[in-house]
């Protein structure tokens, strides 16, 4: 009877979390609010972010290793999100202690300089801001057969407004230099009438926007190009990174 009334709780969990995956969080909406322990004390969200930009990811579990070296390689790059006006916050569904003896492990292997853990980690274990962010996995479960949290990363402007979102399997490390890049074009697009292309990188050339008229196009980027496509439509204006 323990083993079945067990299942059952677990299957109602599994339901209940997969029901709640499908209220996604869309792109331009305001990123939730909240108050949350961290391995650096309690944190209220939207006051701890400020007029900065956000980065908010996280990761299925504490002592495993890929997010092991994910969370040393944000770190190393603090400097650079730092540069970017953005602070840096993690989350997993492990208890502050938990994060804390972790902490250590990511210290050493990452040989991160001077020993310090550079950002906060937030502990989530009943999974709260998890479900209401959309970051359970129902496939990844934990010892409790519970679905643990997966690989999602948002973005997150001075505003509140969420920017970006993408969501990675366990499996899969994230490529945080990716990361950086997004940030970049993010920051300029968003005062520039501008989008940046494929593969772009800070100080390339970026692409007007369709919605420049010609008489616009030419006093904001002046020498810009226009390039000739088979179909003779002049929708392909490049320009150099405006300032």
Same mark, same amino acid.
């Given at each position: 009877l %323990?083993a079945?009334?067990? =299942?059952?709780?677990?299957?109602? =969990?599994?339901s209940?979390?997969?029901l709640?995956l499908k209220?996604?969080l869309?792109?331009?909406? &305001?990123?939730p609010?909240?108050t949350?322990?961290?391995?650096?004390?309690?944190i209220n969200y =939207?006051?701890?972010?400020?007029?900065?930009?956000? %980065? !908010?990811?996280s =990761?299925p579990?504490? !002592?495993?290793?890929?997010?092991? &070296?994910?969370?040393?390689? %944000?770190?190393?790059?603090i400097p650079?999100f730092?540069?970017?006006?953005?602070?840096?916050?993690? @989350?997993s569904? *492990?208890?502050?202690?938990?994060?804390?003896g972790w902490?250590k *492990?990511?210290?050493? +292997?990452n040989?991160?300089?001077?020993?310090?853990?550079?950002?906060?980690?937030?502990?989530?274990?009943?999974?709260?801001l998890a479900? /209401?962010?959309?970051?359970v *996995?129902p496939?990844? /479960?934990d010892?409790?057969?519970?679905?643990?949290?997966?690989?999602a990363?948002f973005?997150?402007?001075?505003?509140k407004?969420?920017k970006?979102? @993408?969501?990675?399997?366990? &499996?899969t490390?994230?490529? !945080?230099d990716e990361?950086?890049?997004?940030?970049? $074009?993010?920051?300029?697009?968003?005062y520039? /009438?501008v989008?940046?292309?494929?593969?772009?990188q800070?100080?390339g050339?970026?692409?007007?926007l369709? &919605?420049v008229?010609k008489?616009?196009?030419e006093?904001l !980027?002046?020498? +810009? /190009? $226009?390039?000739?496509v088979?179909s003779?439509?002049p +929708?392909?204006?490049?320009?150099?990174?405006?300032?």
């Amino acid at each position: 009877l %323990v083993a079945f009334v067990h =299942h059952v709780t677990v299957v109602l =969990h599994i339901s209940y979390f997969s029901l709640l995956l499908k209220m996604p969080l869309n792109l331009g909406d &305001t990123f939730p609010d909240f108050t949350v322990d961290t391995t650096v004390g309690t944190i209220n969200y =939207h006051e701890w972010l400020g007029d900065s930009w956000g %980065v !908010f990811f996280s =990761h299925p579990a504490d !002592f495993t290793p890929v997010c092991t &070296t994910e969370l040393g390689a %944000v770190a190393k790059l603090i400097p650079e999100f730092t540069k970017r006006n953005t602070k840096v916050i993690a @989350i997993s569904c *492990d208890p502050v202690e938990s994060h804390k003896g972790w902490i250590k *492990d990511i210290v050493a +292997y990452n040989t991160l300089p001077g020993g310090d853990f550079p950002y906060p980690i937030i502990s989530d274990p009943k999974r709260d801001l998890a479900i /209401k962010l959309g970051m359970v *996995d129902p496939v990844d /479960k934990d010892k409790a057969g519970l679905p643990v949290t997966c690989r999602a990363v948002f973005i997150i402007a001075p505003d509140k407004k969420l920017k970006l979102s @993408i969501l990675y399997p366990a &499996t899969t490390g994230r490529n !945080f230099d990716e990361i950086l890049r997004v940030i970049d $074009s993010l920051q300029l697009t968003a005062y520039k /009438k501008v989008a940046t292309p494929a593969n772009w990188q800070s100080g390339g050339d970026c692409m007007i926007l369709p &919605t420049v008229s010609k008489d616009d196009a030419e006093k904001l !980027f002046p020498g +810009y /190009k $226009s390039m000739e496509v088979p179909s003779g439509k002049p +929708y392909i204006r490049v320009t150099s990174q405006p300032n």
